[in-house]
């Protein structure tokens, strides 16, 4: 069992609403990442962290924003959610080197 | 860069028949590969992994040979069954950044 955790899994709100997606792992990982999953089901990663203090932008463009203030902790914050942004997100993190991605279960996010 | 090419799908099979999902990747270093699935409404799950050359992950009767001379990391299954019906993701994590690189999903559909 994956010890990472994604809160709420299911959201909807209205446009130009603040909103943080939550992301939490217990296995003591260095690296996080966000990504965005499109109904095509392709993944693009749009934050990634290697560490606390530490947080990139990723592949894919976008409005929202990270922090990594505790290696265990990596909530993802949209501060005016538009319909563009709805789809799913997915957390994740990894051990040293190349080792295997742990995926939360996700949050789908609808902005009516 | 890094990139992950899988076949497209759906790949429609009946219940027994023998799967395979092709997968060609492009690193610049010596990456670790890897296939994740995913069930719906779910996060991604580890299936199995390779690290060098010459490598066979297997796992829930799945296998997949990492082939450093033709690139490629193609999962197979002798008998597929209803329940891994899902959709099916070849990734690698190459030294360096060691960010998961994903192919854009293959989904399985199975019938009985």
């Known amino acids: 069992e994956a010890d990472i955790y994604q809160t709420p899994r299911y959201l909807v709100i209205g446009t130009g609403k603040k909103i943080t997606l939550e992301c939490s792992q217990t296995?003591?990982?260095?690296?996080m990442y966000w990504y965005q999953q499109d109904p095509g089901m392709e993944l693009h990663l749009i934050h990634y962290?290697?560490?606390?203090?530490?947080?990139e932008k990723g592949d894919l463009s976008s409005e929202s924003t990270v922090s990594r203030i505790r290696t265990e902790h990596f909530p993802l914050t949209l501060e005016s959610a538009r319909p563009s942004h709805t789809s799913q997100y997915l957390c994740?993190?990894?051990?040293?080197?190349?080792?295997?991605?742990?995926f939360g279960q996700g949050t789908r996010l609808t902005v009516v | 860069g890094d990139s992950v090419t899988q076949m497209e799908g759906p790949v429609t099979l009946s219940e027994e028949a023998f799967l395979t999902i092709n997968c060609t990747y492009t690193?610049?270093?010596?990456?670790?590969l890897f296939w994740y699935v995913q069930y719906p409404g779910e996060g991604l799950q580890l299936l199995l992994k390779?690290?060098?050359?010459?490598d066979k992950g297997s796992n829930k009767g799945f296998e997949a040979t990492y082939r450093k001379e033709t690139t490629s990391f193609h999962l197979e299954k002798g008998s597929v069954q209803v329940s891994d019906s899902a959709v099916y993701f070849c990734?690698?994590?190459?030294?360096?950044?060691?960010?998961?690189?994903f192919g854009r999903g293959t989904s399985l559909i199975v019938h009985p």
């Open positions: 296995m003591g990982h260095d690296k």
């Open positions: 994740a993190s990894s051990g040293i080197g190349h080792s295997e991605a742990f």
């Open positions: 990734a690698l994590s190459d030294r360096g950044s060691y960010i998961p690189t």
């Open positions: 690193a610049t270093g010596y990456p670790s």
């Open positions: 390779a690290t060098k050359a010459d």
């Open positions: 962290s290697y560490g606390v203090n530490s947080t």
